[in-house]
């Protein structure tokens, strides 16, 4: 066989070998090569009107979407979730408000919880709370660092959309003669000691919550984030939208020009998502009121491609060289 | 994780949080031998406490019929197939290993809820599951359905059986539903071991649902949270007037028409149910391999054939059917007391002619004889038309 064939098939095996390793690696160890990157998400400054009720309105083409690689929950009972592999986030600030915007696919719009085995679709966005001693952990804070995280759900949305679903209405064929007291409600406990999940007057479809640890979750005094969901083909596109001027006591400030850190995590009901059993990302820098970037390819991605080029780049000279060291080897 | 200790399977476990002893634990004995299966019981505790929209399923007290029946349809079925599942061949008692006080049915060697759930890998803290719509949706389902049919029965065991099986709330020393809220929303109250749910901190996860092998705590669609029995609480606390503010038993206690049912205390040794438990060892925990330590206790039926009998109640069924069946006289007292007082008999006394209930100050509150005084009607009132 000639020597230039051999040092070919050398090279190539090379540069396949090493293919086949990093893919290896990164199966093995669960890597994800988005997740390795320093990700920012820039609420940009918006002078027209956000339309509070349009997750799609046209504004949000101002917005540069980050993608957010999600996963499993896998540091607490009960584990589990994934189901989502990453979120779309867009933010925006004007004058008065910030707004977040996130967009995921889910194959299903869940939003009844009526059914004994059914839950709900939902999203969440934390905040390392003010005044923590240092950056919380991600995973629902910790006592001397707490977290804000406004979540949004499913069965809220239809709340407003449709009012309170009735047994009545969930099960037409049922038959009941009579709920006596049906209106009061010392009948209904969660309902009558202020449990938010009972309230059948629904202002808003997400809720606010503190968190300093597993298990210490809890619903904000005062509640203050307003959103919409709508699930369209598929997707999801959630908006979340909050005031910048809020008091002491009412969750975590934003300023113009300033920075903080934010997470997500979004649950599939229909695969029996909730609590801990989510999908769920690490912190990401999130900057506020910086003008929209050119292009519309993040920081994040072109560190991405830059990195994934110098790796093959390198692949490429090792690769030659060895073409280089092999034909030298059988030159007379 | 840390290890508690379990007297019903005779060793130490598993289980989330340390041993958080209450002053006293609630407990009652069902005596199964006794039951009509009338269900007035659960109408009692329908009436008293789910009558409400979103309650249209949940029978906190609920009355079956086994080997067939069950609510959720199937419970118990799901839960030995789990755990065998998980442990195969290995749910076994070592009965030689035998201690009165902590360890009185020997020593359980297989796998508990909590066991089972660490080496599937820890994901979550009990074995379970949720049961769909369908499985709460029929709670009479097989209704006195015998295993099979054959003319004539003859003790100890029938060849065609069947029997009730009443539930509550097992009020567990250790719940698996207390263990699996990651909200921390459920709490065994210190006074009394009453196990509720926190109407106000529950997020309706349902992970209590899902992994409490009984099946008790219920998701209600109307408050979004989810409910369960709660031992009639403001009765045993002696909230109500009627009885001048001293504790009473629960509403399916004290509703039954069989007299079937006994409540006390399982740690106070003045307690007839301690005596029946722990000391006459009448009274068996249903599934205690679950692990929970629950403190529902039951006499088995004579009828029922034994291997059955010993997978439901543990390697104590054939000496509690054997007590039961050739009563000593404190336990013939002790059974006059069942059902014969809606107050909560702390102590009693047995003589020779009356069983004596007393109240928690000491003071009588039932007397029954022990033997009904045989009294012949005459002629004119004999109810013959």
């Given at each position: 066989?000639?020597?230039?064939?051999?040092?070919?098939?050398?090279?190539?095996?090379?540069?396949?070998?090493?293919?086949?390793?990093?893919?290896?690696?990164?199966?093995?160890?669960?890597?994800r090569l988005a997740s390795s990157q320093a990700i920012t998400l820039t609420a940009n400054q918006v002078i027209e009107p956000v339309p509070l009720d349009d997750p799609f309105a046209a504004v949000w083409n101002q917005a540069s979407p980050v993608e957010i690689p999600l996963s499993a929950q896998?540091?607490?009972?009960?584990?589990?979730?994934?189901?989502?592999?990453?979120?779309?986030?867009?933010?925006?600030?004007?004058?008065?408000?910030i707004y977040f915007l996130l967009e995921w696919e889910d194959a299903t719009e869940d939003l009844s919880l009526a059914s004994q085995e059914a839950f709900r679709d939902a999203a969440a966005i934390e905040f390392p709370s003010d005044g923590g001693q240092t950056l919380?952990?991600?995973?629902?804070?910790?006592?001397?660092?707490?977290?804000?995280?406004?979540?949004?759900?499913?069965?809220?949305?239809?709340?407003?959309?449709?009012?309170?679903?009735?047994?009545a209405e969930t099960y037409p064929n049922a038959h009941v003669d009579l709920y006596p007291f049906r209106d009061d409600k010392t009948f209904y406990p969660g309902w009558a000691v202020g449990n938010p999940f009972s309230q059948r007057e629904r202002v808003s479809p997400v809720e606010s919550l503190v968190a300093g640890g597993f298990g210490t979750l809890t619903s904000a005094d005062v509640q203050r984030v307003a959103g919409v969901g709508r699930w369209q083909d598929g997707r999801w596109r959630v908006l979340f939208v909050r005031e910048l001027a809020v008091g002491d006591d009412d969750g975590v400030r934003f300023s113009l020009g300033g920075s903080t850190n934010v997470?997500?995590?979004?649950?599939?009901?229909?695969?029996?998502?909730?609590?801990?059993?989510?999908?769920?990302?690490?912190?990401?820098?999130?900057?506020?009121?910086r003008e929209a970037e050119s292009g519309g390819i993040s920081t994040g991605t072109w560190i991405l491609i830059i990195a994934l080029l110098s790796g093959l780049l390198a692949a490429l000279v090792a690769a030659s060289g060895w073409f280089i060291l092999g034909r030298g080897r059988r030159s007379p | 994780m840390p290890k508690v200790p379990n007297w019903q399977l005779g060793r130490e476990m598993d289980y989330p949080y340390e041993r958080g002893k209450p002053q006293r634990q609630f407990a009652a004995v069902f005596n199964i031998n006794r039951c009509i299966g009338c269900q007035t019981c659960t109408m009692a505790c329908k009436s008293a406490w789910t009558f409400s929209e979103g309650q249209e399923f949940m029978w906190w007290n609920n009355v079956e019929s086994k080997p067939y029946g069950g609510y959720p349809q199937f419970w118990d079925v799901k839960l030995l197939a789990l755990l065998d599942e998980a442990n195969p061949d290995g749910q076994v008692w070592d009965t030689s290993a035998k201690d009165a006080q902590n360890a009185p049915y020997g020593r359980y060697d297989g796998l508990t809820i909590f066991e089972a759930a660490k080496k599937a890998g820890a994901r979550q803290q009990a074995l379970g599951y949720l049961p769909s719509d369908k499985e709460w949706r029929a709670p009479n389902i097989y209704e006195d359905t015998s295993v099979s049919w054959s003319q004539g029965s003859s003790l100890p065991e029938h060849s065609t059986w069947f029997f009730y099986l009443q539930r509550i709330c097992n009020h567990c020393s250790y719940p698996a539903c207390l263990a699996a809220c990651p909200r921390k929303a459920i709490y065994k109250r210190a006074e009394d071991g009453i196990v509720l749910i926190d109407q106000k901190r529950c997020r309706g996860y349902k992970k209590c649902v899902e992994q409490c092998p009984y099946k008790k705590p219920m998701f209600r669609s109307a408050t979004r949270v989810s409910e369960k029995c709660i031992a009639c609480y403001p009765r045993v606390e002696g909230k109500d007037a009627l009885v001048d503010n001293e504790p009473m038993v629960t509403r399916c206690i004290s509703a039954c028409v069989g007299k079937i049912r006994l409540q006390g205390w399982i740690d106070d040794e003045k307690s007839p149910v301690y005596y029946l438990v722990r000391k006459e060892k009448v009274a068996l925990p249903?599934?205690?391999?679950?692990?929970?330590?629950?403190?529902?206790?039951?006499?088995?039926?004579?009828?029922?054939?034994?291997?059955?009998l010993e997978q439901m109640f543990g390697p104590g069924v054939e000496d509690a059917i054997d007590r039961y069946s050739n009563p000593s006289e404190e336990l013939l007292g002790v059974l006059q007391l069942f059902g014969s007082t809606q107050r909560l008999i702390f102590s009693y006394e047995i003589t020779d002619e009356a069983a004596i209930g007393f109240d928690e100050k000491g003071r009588e509150i039932v007397r029954v004889p022990i033997e009904e005084p045989v009294i012949v009607r005459p002629p004119q009132h004999l109810n013959i038309t």
């Open positions: 066989m000639a020597w230039w064939a051999t040092s070919y098939r050398k090279a190539t095996l090379l540069l396949f070998g090493l293919v086949l390793l990093a893919a290896g690696l990164l199966t093995v160890f669960d890597l896998e540091v607490t009972q009960p584990m589990g979730g994934g189901s989502a592999r990453a979120v779309t986030a867009r933010a925006l600030v004007d004058e008065k408000r919380p952990s991600f995973c629902m804070g910790q006592t001397n660092a707490h977290v804000d995280i406004w979540q949004w759900k499913g069965d809220w949305q239809a709340d407003i959309d449709r009012g309170f679903a009735s047994v997470a997500f995590a979004v649950w599939d009901g229909s695969r029996g998502e909730r609590d801990g059993q989510k999908s769920v990302s690490q912190f990401t820098d999130l900057r506020i009121g | 249903l599934y205690p391999q679950f692990g929970t330590e629950p403190n529902v206790y039951y006499i088995p039926p004579r009828w029922v054939p034994r291997p059955y």
